[in-house]
């Protein structure tokens, strides 16, 4: 089974569906989407590195080889929609638009972390961006992710809700019963399931019965389909697709984006559930920051200089956040017992 | 200038590895999220990935070293332009830069040090609740059951304001499966009271999410014990976010629904959950008695900012009370109330527990013995200023409960007395309790399991040494 290079929108597995059709960037696009991916990995990478160093610690997921999908899905929002995830959350924060130090902060668990570090890396927020969190319980954020289209519906505006979501996390109950609640009321909702072949250590062909998870909502008539969450054109195209129909009021969609991690599940994983070869070929072959990069430099929308200076800019960047995360004090006491009621 | 690479730990509580092999060879290309190395410790071998490109110019640590520190440079990167005479004349600034950007263990006074295990934690807040309000004299009093009272109570906030909904099994059309919704739907329509399907966790963590967007809703369970499926999504969803989102997110809504024993219906629908939520620092838990302040609570209750818990009780539904006829009735959360003044003993209870303490009041006073009967209304925040305030005036009190002992309210209470009033005791608290039994469905066992009016006045009565 070769998930990330599936192209089909298979609705049933011996009908296949051909998938929104992608279309081609812009040079802005193309090179927007670079910048972000590209911070997003440079983000993680540099994570990784303070994890390593003891800045960091307890659980921490970089977004690693998935950052086409999150930065393909927000290209697709406007102001006012909202978005909500699981744990792996670096890169949508970063792709909503949130200042890298107060993300870098929040997970060496400092004063100016984005949750004044009461959160760290699974648990941040931010209202003014839409971003409904950072949850830490497997599939939690999917009826979150519902009542937030909810609350769309309730009040009457064209706000559509991103709810992220795992292949794991997809065999949880609680998000069956929001399909079924989503559907019935007609919520704007996109249920964005990323499946990067594992939950952890078990991969999805020995967890699910159904593997073909853009499937998981046709007994609730919810529309689904496979994406290659590996060209962040393609995601483009199928969230606006997906986007459009929850606007228009028609009831959520279901995307199944195909995807990888590169890094284990979280920092501490001894990676025996697969190969390093399965790893090297997603990588060498399919990796979704390089595609865009032969892209932009095929159709000379950028030459090599002008990458370096980007690839330069998001290292600053990066770095400036590390150097802010590192040196930021830790949350005065005083902050123990505020926040627990408003 | 070139970069070092560190030994990273796999875990925060790593403090060295074994460089077990170097998969690159110096002189060699590396492109960032290249594998370079293998660390191994006692639990697992790890793959090091380089986080930056250039040139792999020196390998300080050979292949097969053990225990290598973590931080410890374990080979330098040339960045383009550099060759291996950069590394000489470079090499101590780098590894200055390293340890300034990057503190190793060792060089950790670099980062402002945890200090919190020789910071005391600061004091918990005090959480001071006002008086009830005053009921202006000649107030119309109007005789009306707490089912009515609590529909009053959310249709009055409806009223008020748009942002207040009611979801929940058969609130709407079947007007409530203990008739607590009744003439809303007729009223606010079905955008507003809203039949779910049967999905407690789904529609639990939905009306939270729709809570964490700002609007005001009401989720109703059939019951509390239909809650457990759903307590995933209270607790770790509505009464943690605002904490973890360091005050930027929180929700403001009330789950309520009959809890505790109703009668004959055994084990899985007879649970009281009192205890269970109490202990969560996030949530409030109410749990009125009396038509009046089931309406003043659970009106309060719906404005609150914060998640609350609302735990009512079928047996108390039908019960008429005298509800003062005011435009607003509001009464605030977290102050208790004497029900019946008294000297001799302090009788501490809420919901259903009422009953029992108010009867043993009436027999204790037939034996000359005044006790004062507290009615804690609201569970969390705990009025611990009025228990204490009794206990002092008289040395001795019993808590009943209908929830099971252990880790019970009956133990908090006693605590609190002990804490503040063990000077005062004349005798250790007394608590009765339900029996630590699954509820039985046979009429004698049930009742055997639940506290009766006779066990609280012998423990009262005891606790009086008579
Ligand atoms: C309810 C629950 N069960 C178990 C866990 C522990 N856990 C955290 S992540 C995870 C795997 C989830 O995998 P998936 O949904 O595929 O998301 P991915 O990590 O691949 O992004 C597990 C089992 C949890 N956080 N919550
Ligand atoms: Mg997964």
């Known amino acids: 089974m070769s998930a990330v290079k599936a192209k089909s929108n298979t609705q049933t597995s011996d009908d296949p569906a051909p998938s929104t059709p992608l279309i081609e960037f812009s040079k802005e696009q193309d090179l927007s989407a670079y910048q972000t991916m590209l911070t997003i990995r440079r983000f993680e990478e540099k994570a990784g590195q303070m994890y390593g160093m003891g800045l960091i610690g307890g659980f921490c997921h970089l977004y690693i080889g998935q ?47 984005l949750s004044k570090g009461k959160g760290g890396s699974m648990h941040m927020f ?76 078990t991969s999805s062909t020995r967890s699910s019965a159904e593997t073909n998870l853009s499937r998981r909502g046709l ?90 200076k980007i690839d330069a800019s998001v290292r600053d960047l990066v770095n400036e956040a590390a150097e802010f995360a590192t040196h930021d004090p830790e949350p005065d006491v005083s902050e123990l017992f505020t926040d627990i009621y408003r | 200038m070139p970069t070092n690479i560190l030994m990273p730990a796999l875990s925060p509580t790593m403090e060295k ?13 590396i492109k960032s999220g290249d594998i370079i190395a293998e660390i191994e410790t006692d639990k697992a071998t790890m793959e090091v990935e380089a986080s930056d490109e250039g040139t792999l110019g020196k390998i300080l640590v050979a292949e097969g070293t053990q225990d290598v520190a973590v931080n410890t440079p374990i080979a330098v990167i040339l960045n383009d332009g550099e060759n291996a005479s950069s590394i000489k004349a470079e090499q101590p600034a780098a590894s200055q830069k390293a340890a300034e950007s990057a503190p190793p263990a060792a060089a950790k006074a670099e980062v402002p040090a945890p200090k919190a295990d020789k910071t005391p934690a600061p004091q918990a807040p005090v959480v001071e609740a006002a008086n009830d309000p005053d009921i202006p ?22 009223r008020r304001d748009g942002d207040v909904f009611v979801m929940g099994e058969e609130v709407a059309e079947y007007q409530g499966a203990y008739k607590v919704t009744q003439g809303l ?47 995933d999504q209270i607790i770790n969803s509505a009464a943690k976010t605002l904490y973890m989102s360091g005050g930027q997110m929180g929700c403001s809504i009330v789950f309520r629904g009959p809890n505790g024993a109703a009668s004959r219906v055994a084990a899985q629908h007879s649970q009281d959950y009192a205890s269970w939520y109490s202990n969560i620092p996030g949530l409030r838990v109410i749990s009125p008695s009396t038509a009046a302040d089931a309406k003043g609570l659970l009106k309060a209750a719906i404005r609150d900012p914060n998640p609350v818990i609302f735990l009512e009780n079928e047996m108390l539904y039908g019960h008429s009370g005298q509800v003062p006829k ?9 102050k208790a109330k004497i029900a019946r003044a008294g000297k ?34 609201t569970l969390k925040p705990m009025d611990t200023d009025t228990i204490i305030a009794s206990v002092k005036k008289t040395g001795r009190a019993v808590t009943v409960e209908e929830g099971w002992a252990q880790s019970g309210v009956g133990a908090e209470i006693a605590m609190r007395i002990m804490e503040h009033a063990f000077d005062y005791l004349d005798a250790p608290v007394a608590r009765i309790t339900g029996k630590e039994v699954p509820m039985p469905y046979a009429a004698n066992l049930e009742k055997l399991a639940l506290p009766s009016v006779a066990e609280v006045v012998e423990a009262a009565k005891s606790v009086c040494y008579r």
């Open chain 1, 67 to 113: 950052e086409a999908v999150v930065v393909g899905m927000q290209m697709a929002l406007k102001e006012g929609d909202q978005v909500i995830t699981g744990y792996r959350d670096h890169g949508h924060m970063i792709a909503c638009g949130l200042d890298p130090k107060g993300v870098m902060a929040e997970l060496t668990g400092r004063a100016h972390g």
């Open chain 1, 126 to 201: 931010s209202k003014e961006k839409g971003f409904y969190g950072g949850h830490g319980i497997v599939g939690a954020q999917v009826p979150l992710g519902t009542g937030l289209a909810f609350a769309n519906r309730y009040r009457g505006n064209d706000n559509v809700t991103l709810a992220y979501f795992g292949d794991g996390a997809a065999n949880q109950g609680q998000v069956y019963e929001s399909f079924n609640m989503a559907e019935l009321w007609k919520l704007p909702v996109v249920y964005v399931i990323e499946n990067n072949r594992y939950a952890m250590g």
């Open chain 1, 219 to 308: 007994s609730f008539k919810i529309p689904g389909e496979q994406v290659d969450g590996m060209d962040v054109r393609a995601v483009k195209a199928a969230a606006d697709k997906a986007v459009a129909w929850c606007r228009a009021g028609k009831g959520p969609y279901i995307l199944e984006m195909l995807t990888y991690r590169y890094r284990g599940h979280s920092m501490s994983d001894p990676a025996k559930y697969r190969t390093r070869e399965e790893v090297d070929k997603v990588r060498t072959s399919h990796d979704p920051i390089d595609m865009v990069r032969q892209r932009v430099l095929d159709k000379k929308f950028a030459k090599e200089e002008d990458l370096k």
């Open chain 2, 17 to 29: 590895g074994n460089l077990a092999k170097w998969l690159k060879k110096e002189g060699d290309a």
């Open chain 2, 137 to 158: 004299e000649g107030t119309e009093m109007v005789t009306m059951t707490m089912r009515e009272a609590l529909r009053d109570a959310m249709a009055e906030e409806m």
């Open chain 2, 185 to 231: 739907l007729q009223e606010f329509g079905d955008k507003r009271v809203i039949d779910t399907p049967i999905t407690e966790h789904g529609f639990a963590g939905l009306g939270t999410g729709a809570a964490l967007a700002g609007l005001k809703p009401i989720v109703e369970f059939m019951t509390f014990n239909f809650a457990m499926q759903a307590i």
């Open chain 2, 326 to 334: 005011l435009d607003d009735f509001v009464l605030p959360i977290g």
């Open chain 2, 344 to 377: 001799d003993v302090t009788i501490i209870s809420w919901s259903n527990g009422m009953n029992y303490a108010l009867k043993a009041a009436d027999e204790l006073a037939k034996d000359g013995i005044e006790a004062e009967v507290i009615d804690l209304r």
